[in-house]
């Protein structure tokens, strides 16, 4: 099985930063792709960003230059830095994880996801 812990969400003012934070744990042998996404109310879920097992990242128009994703693979961790937030930022972000587990092959695993509200 594989745990994953979301931290970091919160309220913030329009031109403020957060990180969000993706902890995976269990029976994980490697964890290939990585991205987070976020659905704000009323819309569909959107992917924020992706980065592969390489570091190879793709980020949604949107998010070009004011987000940075990162992985730290000893670790099981994923960050996002929010820079620049504006008030379309907000939404609930969820961490996604292409995992292989031990004993049982691959999983894809969702984050509970964590809130971040930007006011203007």
């Known amino acids: 099985q594989v745990q994953v812990v979301e931290s970091g969400g919160g309220s913030v003012q329009a031109g403020g930063s957060l990180r969000l934070s993706c902890a995976a744990s269990?029976?994980?042998?490697?964890?290939?792709?990585m991205g987070w996404y976020r659905q704000a109310p009323g819309n569909a879920r959107e992917l924020v960003v992706a980065?592969?097992?390489?570091?190879?990242?793709n980020y949604a128009d949107s998010v070009k230059g004011r987000f940075t994703i990162s992985r730290d693979n000893f670790k099981n961790t994923m960050y996002l830095q929010m820079n620049s937030l504006k008030p379309e930022d907000t939404a609930v972000y969820y961490c996604?994880?292409?995992?292989?587990?031990?004993?049982?092959?691959?999983?894809?695993?969702w984050g509970q996801g964590t809130l971040v509200t930007v006011s203007s």
């Open positions: 269990g029976s994980i042998f490697s964890i290939n792709a």
């Open positions: 980065i592969t097992s390489g570091g190879t990242t």
């Open positions: 996604n994880l292409h995992t292989v587990v031990i004993g049982r092959g691959y999983l894809e695993v």
